[in-house]
Structures are given as structure tokens and as C-alpha cells.
């Protein structure tokens, strides 16, 4: 069974960066659709960006510009770089994969089968 393993969270101020990484216990994003979602206290899980396995990015209009999705095949690790970050960014933040073409808009959480156990993000005013 695939296992996700994220990194890189932290706390930064408004307008500070951060990069997220998410490892595969396998070869993973080559054949899967892959994303990032969050959630925030009391809220529901949503999913931010997605990538095809042919490496095409996908985001919601709230990060564009902002956020940029990628993958590292060979290493079997997806990246999440936020720049410009803003209060309402503040997660826990997911990767997640399911093996299935990626669908937009972005499917719902529980349609990802693959998960791994999230990171904090917070952004502060």
C-alpha cells in the first residue's frame, strides 16, 4: 500500500514562503493523480492544487499565482511552494493520490484513496 509522507510546514508571517514536500513509499506520481489539500480548524478538507501524471498543474483560483504544484518522478516526491502566504492559508496540509486519471474541478477528498499524515502551516498577521 502507497504511503505519503509530508514535510516542510512551519509558521511564517504574511507574505512569507514555504515549500512542502511529499515522499512516496513507491513509484507513485508517475501513475497518479496527485494533490495537495488542507483543512483548518473546524473546516472542511479542500483540495488546493492537483497534478497529472503527465506533470500538468491545477489550482483553485484563492492560491493561484501564489502556490505552484510539482512533482519529482524519479524521486518519488511532490513539492507544494507557497509564496505570498496569507492568514487564511493556515492548515494542516495533505497530499494525497489515488490511482486514477486527475479530474477538474478537483475531486473530493474522499475520493483520494492515498494519504499522508499532514503538516502545519501557519501564517500569522
Known amino acids: 500500500q502507497v504511503q505519503l509522507v509530508e514535510s516542510g510546514g512551519g509558521s511564517v508571517q504574511a507574505g512569507g514562503s514555504l515549500r512542502l514536500s511529499c515522499t512516496a513509499s513507491e513509484d507513485t506520481y508517475a501513475s497518479n493523480c496527485i494533490a495537495w489539500f488542507r483543512q483548518a480548524p473546524g473546516k472542511e478538507r479542500e483540495g488546493v492544487a492537483q497534478i497529472d501524471s503527465d506533470g500538468t498543474p491545477r489550482y483553485i483560483d484563492s492560491v493561484k499565482g501564489r502556490l505552484t504544484i510539482s512533482k519529482d518522478n524519479a524521486k518519488n516526491t511532490l513539492y507544494l511552494l507557497m509564496n505570498n502566504l496569507r492568514p487564511e492559508d493556515t492548515a494542516i496540509y495533505y497530499c494525497?493520490?489515488?490511482?486514477?486519471?486527475?479530474?477538474?474541478?478537483?475531486?473530493?477528498?474522499?475520493?483520494?484513496?492515498?494519504w499522508g499524515q499532514g503538516t502545519q502551516v501557519t501564517v500569522s498577521s
Open positions: 494525497a493520490a489515488v490511482y486514477l486519471l486527475c479530474q477538474w474541478p478537483i475531486g473530493n477528498w474522499n475520493e483520494f484513496g492515498y
